[in-house]
């Protein structure tokens, strides 16, 4: 499994906990005005915590709403930042910068986010660079394109025809 794999196998736990029935409402309410925590579902006042209370706060950025944008904020990260077909090179990140996936800068930042640790992280799958393949002798085509072209500047003399432009 490869720092890709990871995060999203913590994406689709974070997600499934939020889908998950849950005593007593699937969603909580924060009123900044009056510091009351609501259960929305119930339509009751659970609490009072006060303005602006830092426990309100975290119980509304918490909701299983939010949880759920973040959760498709995150899988929109990691559809962007794929290996390119055929490769373990990040699709999204400047490849001099990155030598697989697990080096890719946004990866990581999403991978901290969701609480990965270096021992973690160095337990995932090290994708190597493909290796080059071995010269046959015979000219793909890239050899082919990559030849500087003739000019007719380079045209001997003695091969010019009588209606020669150079």
């Known amino acids: 499994m490869d720092l890709h794999a990871w995060i999203t196998q913590q994406v689709d736990a974070v997600e499934?906990?939020?889908?998950?029935?849950?005593?007593?409402?699937?969603?909580?309410?924060?009123?900044?005005?009056?510091?009351?925590?609501?259960?929305?579902?119930?339509?009751?006042?659970?609490?009072?915590?006060?303005?602006?209370?830092?426990?309100?706060?975290?119980?509304?950025?918490?909701?299983?709403?939010?949880?759920?944008?973040?959760?498709e904020a995150d899988r929109r990260i990691l559809a962007r930042h794929r290996a390119w077909p055929g490769s373990d090179y990040c699709e999204a990140c400047d490849t001099d910068l990155t030598t697989h996936l697990n080096d890719c800068p946004e990866l990581l930042d999403l991978a901290h986010a969701h609480g990965i640790t270096?021992?973690?992280?160095?337990?995932?799958?090290?994708?190597?660079?493909?290796?080059?393949k071995p010269?046959?002798?015979?000219?793909?085509?890239?050899?082919?394109?990559?030849?500087?072209p003739i000019t007719t500047s380079d045209v001997p003399a003695a091969l010019r025809g009588p209606r020669w432009k150079p």
């Not at 021992?119 to 190597?128: N, S």
């Open 16 to 71: 499934a906990a939020a889908r998950a029935p849950r005593h007593p409402s699937p969603h909580w309410e924060y009123d900044h005005m009056c510091g009351e925590i609501r259960d929305l579902a119930n339509a009751g006042t659970v609490a009072y915590v006060g303005k602006d209370d830092p426990a309100g706060v975290h119980i509304e950025l918490h909701d299983p709403a939010a949880v759920l944008r973040r959760c």
């Open 118 to 132: 270096p021992d973690i992280l160095a337990r995932l799958d090290q994708p190597q660079p493909p290796e080059p």
């Open 135 to 148: 010269a046959t002798g015979r000219l793909g085509l890239a050899d082919i394109l990559a030849t500087p």
